[in-house]
């Protein structure tokens, strides 16, 4: 993840804010900081992600970032790294045993539940991680593993095992996931950022 300057930093943050509360302002932004450690750990994710490629800031103020997302993350119970791409908009509904692998990708508007694991497997002695697209939610206890792509406006159901491709539009759930429907992701993603110039 990477900003090219500090507007492009506060959209994304904006962003993030926006899946949580529907609004972008200061008072939502102090008041969501506060009382809920999943947007705490994303925003000093972000914030590290910032510092990390910028020379003073990685001296100064990179560490201070990266124990609070630390803290944070404890609180959520979730692993999860500044270098990982990861698009704007991401909302994590309920904390606990959350494990996104540094090199997965999630697009915008994503969503994440308890239990969730975005990990890899090894291949030819190669490590091969997701692709995860945009609008997507993942329902509690759902795993996506290896070198797949999921396609945006997806639902993956509570406890699914997904291993193979997803097209996009698609409703999955199992072990091993298949494909229960093309109906979307619809309302469970909830509060999707629409862009600063599309709001009100």
């Known amino acids: 993840m990477t900003f090219e300057n500090k507007e492009a930093l506060r959209e994304c943050i904006r962003a993030d804010l926006y899946r949580y509360t529907a609004r972008t302002d200061r008072k939502a932004l ?3 900081r506060r009382s809920s450690a999943g947007f705490r750990m994303t925003y000093y994710m972000r914030l590290c992600a ?8 990685k001296l100064f103020l990179f560490p201070f970032y990266k124990l609070r997302m630390r803290r944070a993350a404890a609180k959520v119970g979730a692993e999860m790294h500044e270098s990982m791409q990861i698009g704007k908009g991401l909302h994590i509904a309920h904390s606990g045993c959350i494990v996104l692998h540094q090199d997965a990708v999630l697009g915008e508007n994503v969503s994440l539940s308890h239990g969730v694991t975005v990990g890899q497997t090894i291949r030819d002695g190669r490590v091969c991680v997701p692709v995860i697209g945009s609008n997507v939610y993942i329902a509690p206890g759902a795993k996506v593993i290896g070198d797949i792509r999921v396609g945006d406006n997806v639902a993956i159901g509570a406890n699914a095992v997904v291993t193979r491709d997803v097209p ?3 409703v999955v759930a199992g072990c091993p996931a298949r494909v229960l429907s093309m109906n979307g992701a619809g309302e469970y993603v909830q509060n999707p950022y629409p862009g600063r110039q599309a709001q009100p």
Do not use: M
Not at 50 to 57: N, Q, S
């Open 30 to 32: 102090r008041r969501c």
């Open 50 to 57: 910032y510092a990390r490629r910028r020379t003073l800031a």
């Open 168 to 170: 996009s539009g698609a």
